[in-house]
């Protein structure tokens, strides 16, 4: 599918937001405490240290394997680990693509899955009818409208980076959803895949075999385990 040699996405390290949603959840609240657009959440002490940690296992690789292209979503937290991690190894400057940015949630931004139950009745059944993917809540993007443009940006990726090593921080969904892209799933195995939660600061990475890009490894967090990057 790809004339890249491989392609790596990062998801961002700890957010205050990511944060903030523990402690709804735990106190079961309808609203997570953030008080920021979604662009400008930054991250969290921890997430700084994942960065760190993301950026060492960079510097380990062999020169001739590291990154020759490094794209960002623009969004603080994701902006921020790549800035940190790429400050561990002499990188390839930083590329910010807003199309991979976070999925917008429209209406439903900082709520709780009790709190949509509670104030968006509807919209909670509505999204039961429709399903995950193809549901768009008012103001915001469904899982399919993220892979539109998702595919935009991989199109263009493989346009300008022939041969490259091409790693990519942005958010969850992305991660996902070029799993969805890269080994074309369908919404089923995507759905399956999506059971399990993509970690902070986690690494997937695609390598091209035989013409093909095949996944190495997903959800990988070796270069947290001790201790250093993980939450306290």
Same mark, same amino acid.
């Given at each position: ?53 993301l ?6 690789l062999? *020169?001739?394997e &590291?990154? #020759? ?12 680990? $790549?800035?940190? +991690? !790429? ?7 930083i ?5 991979l940015?976070?999925?917008?949630t ?18 909670a *059944?509505?999204? &039961?009818? #429709?399903?995950?993917f ?9 899982? $399919?409208?993220? +892979? !539109? ?25 992305v ?47 070796d ?10």
């Amino acid at each position: 599918m790809s004339s890249l040699e491989w392609l790596a996405i990062a998801r961002h390290g700890e957010s205050i937001g990511n944060v903030a949603w523990r402690t709804a959840e735990t106190n079961e609240l309808e609203e997570i405490d953030v008080g920021l657009r979604d662009p400008d959440v930054p991250l969290s002490e921890t997430g700084r240290r994942q960065a760190v940690a993301l950026g060492r296992r960079l510097a380990s690789l062999p *020169a001739a394997e &590291r990154p #020759t292209a490094v794209i960002s979503s623009p969004y603080l937290r994701a902006a921020e680990t $790549a800035r940190i +991690a !790429l400050a561990e190894i002499a990188g390839p400057p930083i590329r910010y693509d807003e199309r991979l940015r976070d999925r917008e949630t429209g209406i439903l931004y900082a709520l709780t899955g009790r709190g949509i139950a509670a104030r968006f009745p509807e919209e909670a *059944a509505r999204k &039961r009818l #429709t399903g995950k993917f193809y549901y768009r809540p008012p103001g915001g993007e469904s899982w $399919a409208d993220v +892979a !539109l443009r998702l595919r935009s940006a991989m199109s263009d990726i493989e346009r300008d980076h022939p041969g490259g090593r091409v790693l990519i921080v942005a958010h969850d969904a992305v991660v996902m959803l070029f799993r969805y892209i890269v080994e074309q799933l369908t919404e089923q195995q995507l759905l399956e895949i999506e059971r399990t939660l993509v970690p902070n600061a986690s690494l997937a990475i695609w390598s091209r075999r035989e013409g093909e890009m095949r996944l190495v490894t997903f959800n990988s967090t070796d270069h947290l385990e001790d201790g250093a990057g993980l939450p306290a």
